[in-house]
């Protein structure tokens, strides 16, 4: 019996403004996904995208943080409270190897580009949100897609 695996069409990075999305980025997007999602939509689809978008950025997110929290746990010295250890508004690492593999391995982590189904914003359908500020846009720009004629 042969089996054939089902595949989700994931959007193709870089997008077509030429940003790629990467995991230090998508904490920002969802917030600004979230403004945005807060004003009086109107539309069905642009309410869901805007759902779908910040629920599938939120799961890259969340494995982005346990990422993290591995590499702090493996690196960065503990304290007797549980905590990591700080001096001086830094962590303490183990030692200096765990310094130099941490922030290599962080870096590396943070540009990772993110692989997930995202839904794109067209400029043609902000233009009717009432209340839409161009901070919310500006945290998002990534998703935004420019449909109009330019001035």
């Not at 290599?104 to 995202?118: G, M, P, R, S, Y």
Request: charged letters at 35%.
């Amino acid at each position: 019996m042969e089996t054939v695996e089902k595949k989700e069409t994931v959007v193709e990075m870089p997008n077509k403004n030429g940003v790629d999305i990467l995991n230090i980025d998508v904490a920002r997007i969802i917030v600004g996904l979230t403004e945005i999602g807060n004003l009086d939509i109107e539309d069905f689809k642009t309410n869901y995208q805007i759902a779908k978008t910040i629920t599938n950025l939120g799961l890259v997110e969340k494995a982005y943080n346990k990422s993290l929290q591995a590499l702090m746990k493996k690196h960065i010295k503990v304290g007797e409270d549980g905590n990591f250890q700080v001096e001086n508004n830094s962590y303490v690492f183990k030692s200096k190897e765990d310094r130099d593999t941490y922030v290599e391995a962080t870096e590396k982590l943070q540009n990772t580009k993110v692989d997930t189904k995202i839904w794109k914003l067209k400029e043609s359908d902000l233009k009717s949100i009432k209340g839409l500020k161009a901070k919310a846009m500006a945290m998002c720009f990534e998703l935004i897609e420019q449909d109009e004629t330019k001035d």
